[in-house]
């Protein structure tokens, strides 16, 4: 399973990440540094975008990305 991490960047640039999911590159700096968890309405879009599932994200929280 990929982490969110390797997801987003393996795909996308921080930037680019950001622009799709609809927040900024810095706060996808955070969420991937496991310094912010991502709001319901960005992880359901994390989610719609990347085509994972939505309960990793919060998975990962958790146990650190």
């Known amino acids: 399973t ?7 960047l393996n795909n996308d640039t921080q930037r680019s ?3 799709k999911i609809g927040i900024s590159e810095g706060m996808v700096s955070l969420i991937l540094a496991g310094k ?5 309405r ?6 719609e ?3 994972c599932d939505f309960n ?5 929280d958790q146990h650190g990305i």
């Open 56 to 60: 990793t994200i919060y998975e990962e």
């Open 2 to 8: 990929m982490t969110l991490r390797e997801l987003l």
């Open 36 to 40: 912010r968890t991502p709001s319901l």
């Open 17 to 19: 990440a950001a622009t």
């Open 49 to 51: 975008i990347y085509k």
């Open 42 to 47: 960005v992880a359901k879009r994390i989610a």
